[in-house]
């Protein structure tokens, strides 16, 4: 039974996502203004959200909600799922996601990526590649909005370690702002090698913010060792 509603799931976030065609069209006849971009994405990833708990039975919660800085930040966060990039839509509204380019190959998703905007980055152009992520993270600043990246690079299994890329080391010592590190466990529910997703809470968990200053190893170190511990420690609420 879980099976046939996680592909019932599926066939709807096809549907859902299919309906937002004309929208896209709409503003892209009203010059794609970017607060509607965003009020339009968020719609979209919460309709999925409601989705999920509907037809899987799949919901989340939060804890920690007092360490989020009351001042745009760089957040880091654990990647096991595809769940948690549609769901920081939501816990953080016009939050600027750093995105691999070959996103863009995905029909829809691939527009709000651009005119949201979002910070695309190009991992094959090496230098280049990072210069354009902390100018684009730093814009995204100033603008008001909170930086996201996942620094495992992609969605890992929840039995390997979290090992970050070097570029959240730069992005650390260059943007000069507090690091808010999120853990989340949504790998058991939806997660890379799952034949179907499970019915269950993920544990959204945020943690205690890094201050800038730290040497960039010591930043890394502790960062991973808060996320590997919270991941550890948040055992999956199974339905």
Not at 29 to 52: F, N, Q
Not at 158 to 182: H, N
Not at 201 to 227: C, N, Q, W
Request: hydrophobic share 45%; with cysteine; charged share 20%.
């Amino acid at each position: 039974m879980q099976r046939i509603r996680s592909t019932l799931f599926d066939v709807l976030l096809a549907i859902w996502t299919g309906l937002f065609v004309p929208v896209l069209a709409l503003l892209w006849l009203c010059g794609s203004p970017e607060r509607g971009v965003r009020l339009a994405s968020r719609l979209w990833a919460r309709g999925i959200l409601v989705s999920l708990k509907c037809l899987v039975g799949l919901t989340y919660a939060e804890r920690g909600q007092h360490n989020i800085p009351d001042r745009p930040c760089l957040i880091i966060a654990n990647h096991q799922s595809t769940w948690e990039t549609l769901a920081f839509l939501i816990l953080f509204p016009d939050v600027a996601i750093v995105a691999k380019q070959e996103l863009l190959t995905i029909p829809v998703f691939s527009w709000f990526l651009r005119k949201s905007p979002m910070i695309l980055i190009d991992r094959e152009s090496g230098s280049k590649a990072v210069r354009r992520m902390v100018q684009g993270c730093q814009a995204a600043l100033a603008q008001g909005r909170s930086v996201l990246i996942f620094p495992e690079g992609t969605r890992k299994p929840v039995s390997e370690p979290i090992e970050f890329k070097r570029g959240v080391e730069l992005l650390y010592a260059k943007l000069d702002t507090p690091v808010l590190p999120v853990a989340v466990n949504s790998g058991h529910f939806w997660g890379p090698g799952r034949p179907y997703k499970r019915a269950g809470t993920i544990s959204v968990s945020y943690l205690d913010p890094i201050a800038p200053g730290l040497a960039g190893h010591e930043f890394m170190r502790k960062a991973e060792e808060l996320l590997e511990a919270e991941t550890k420690s948040s055992w999956p609420q199974a339905a």
